[in-house]
């Protein structure tokens, strides 16, 4: 399974964990988070994102890491031309 | 600044998206590098359409006049992007004044050297599609804004937009990285400089933004302008 949330968590935004792994995206949206379409995805941590939504971090990283435990990582650079 | 730098400058830029090194080669060798001040303006809305652009760094403000003598933000201009481009292409005159808002770096392009660019490498024209289609989509979204939206969410809107495309982050939150008047943030969202100044104050009181102490606008809590722009 794809290792993700090693000691880089505090690091990762969610806006570069959807870039990278989409398969993310169904996780947000099953916990009624909307931040594979908000504009501040870019700045926010996984876990700062978690907080604002008062929702459990650890329960939500378990779920992204199952759901995206088996897909690569997206290499394309994101940006729109 | 030599050409290889100039390759590497356009390589990210969306309307070069593809090229082969032949191609931003030849593209990196057609541009003039204009370094441009804080204040300056590219050209002038009206006139003659006769160069394009794109930023090389720095920010730049598109600024266009109604016909009864208003000023409307039309958008923010990043490193990367282009201006002018498609009133080259459409002959048409520049339908806005780009204003620069940090001293920064331009490259620019003769309506001749960007028609021969694309003949060559068609691709660009199939990039610019891609880029303007791009604009267009965050125009409807804006105009769906002003259409439905009151207008406190309409500046978180427009604020969120602002971090989205050129924000910061910083220790207190995300900062704008430029000076924005409250006038600007008016002249962005249709409303009045009382309605922002209102507004931004008692997001002020609320801890939501950081607006007097620099000349830089700081978003501390952007989930809760997320909330009030209803996009949470």
Redesign the interface.
């Given at each position: 399974m794809t290792k993700v949330f090693t000691e880089d968590l505090s690091d990762l935004t969610v806006g570069e964990l959807l870039r990278r792994w989409p398969a993310a995206v169904r996780i947000f949206l099953d916990y009624k988070m909307?931040c594979p379409?908000?504009?501040?995805a870019?700045?926010?941590t996984v876990d700062e994102?978690a907080g604002?939504?008062h929702v459990d971090a650890q329960a939500l990283k378990r779920d992204i890491e199952q759901a995206i435990g088996s897909a690569a990582p997206s290499h394309t650079?994101g940006?729109?031309? | 600044m030599d050409r290889q730098r100039r390759v590497e400058l356009v390589r990210p830029v969306g309307l070069f998206s593809g090229l082969d090194d032949e191609g931003l080669g030849a593209v990196a060798d057609a541009a003039l590098e204009l370094p441009v001040s804080k204040g300056e303006k590219l050209f002038e809305q009206g006139d003659d359409a006769t160069h394009g652009y794109v930023v090389g760094w720095g920010q730049i403000r598109l600024d266009q006049v109604t016909p009864d003598g208003q000023n409307v933000v039309l958008r923010h201009m990043g490193p990367g992007e282009m201006i002018g481009i498609v009133a080259v292409f459409r002959r048409i005159p520049f339908p806005a004044t780009p204003v620069v808002l940090e001293d920064g770096l331009v490259f620019r392009w003769s309506a001749a050297r960007l028609s021969d660019l694309m003949a060559r490498f068609p691709l660009i024209a199939q990039n610019a599609l891609n880029v303007v289609g791009g604009r267009i989509e965050e125009l409807q979204r804006r105009l769906q804004e002003v259409a439905t939206q009151r207008v406190e969410q309409r500046i978180a809107s427009a604020l969120l937009r602002l971090a989205n495309q050129a924000g910061r982050r910083v220790e207190e939150g995300i900062e704008i990285p430029f000076p924005l008047s409250r006038q600007d943030l008016a002249e962005m969202t249709a409303t009045t400089l009382h309605t922002v100044s209102r507004t931004l104050s008692a997001w002020d009181q609320e801890g939501i933004v950081e607006s007097r102490r620099s000349s830089h606008l700081v978003i501390r809590r952007p989930h809760r302008l997320v909330e009030i722009a209803g996009q949470a």
């Open positions: 909307n379409a908000c504009p501040i870019p700045f926010m994102a604002e939504y650079t940006e729109r031309p | -």
